[in-house]
């Protein structure tokens, strides 16, 4: 018997004020026409590290198993996932192809957790580009950096 998973779209981005500086984040979730915005922030944090947690808070706030489409504007991101970085840094003890370790492990590891509960497909955007969603996370991402 297989179940039919509910189909989320999950839009996702980071901000920081300066690079490494206070940062935020900013998600929304869209399941059948409804709409759940996430936020947070940080006071001293890359945006790189805002990137991949805006992702994990996304992927945990789903309270059951779900068929999600992540869209980020991170080619960090969604590279990790689409090339599978992350199964050769786990084969490597969390070393990159340059033997150095991964960055952001802690957020890394916490995001694989969450992505496995989950059938997950990434989607790459093009930032700063007029896409609805993508402006809308922007503006939760800058509006959650702690001042």
Request: glycine share 8%; charged share 25%; hydrophobic share 35%.
């Amino acid at each position: 018997m297989s179940m039919e998973l509910k189909e989320v779209s999950i839009w996702t981005d980071g901000a920081c004020s300066g690079n490494p500086g206070p940062g935020g984040w900013g998600a929304v979730l869209i399941y059948r026409g409804h709409t759940k915005e996430l936020s947070g922030g940080e006071a001293w944090t890359t945006n790189q590290r805002m990137e991949i947690a805006a992702v994990c808070s996304a992927l945990e706030a789903l309270k059951e198993p779900c068929d999600a489409i992540v869209h980020s504007d991170s080619a960090y991101v969604v590279n990790c996932f689409r090339k599978k970085w992350y199964v050769n840094w786990q084969k490597h003890g969390w070393q990159n192809s340059k033997g150095q370790p991964v960055q952001n492990r802690d957020l890394w590891e916490r995001l694989l957790m969450a992505y496995q509960r989950h059938h997950v497909r990434f989607e790459k955007v093009k930032g700063h580009a007029g896409v609805e969603w993508n402006e809308r996370c922007d503006e939760l991402a800058r509006q959650a950096i702690p001042k």
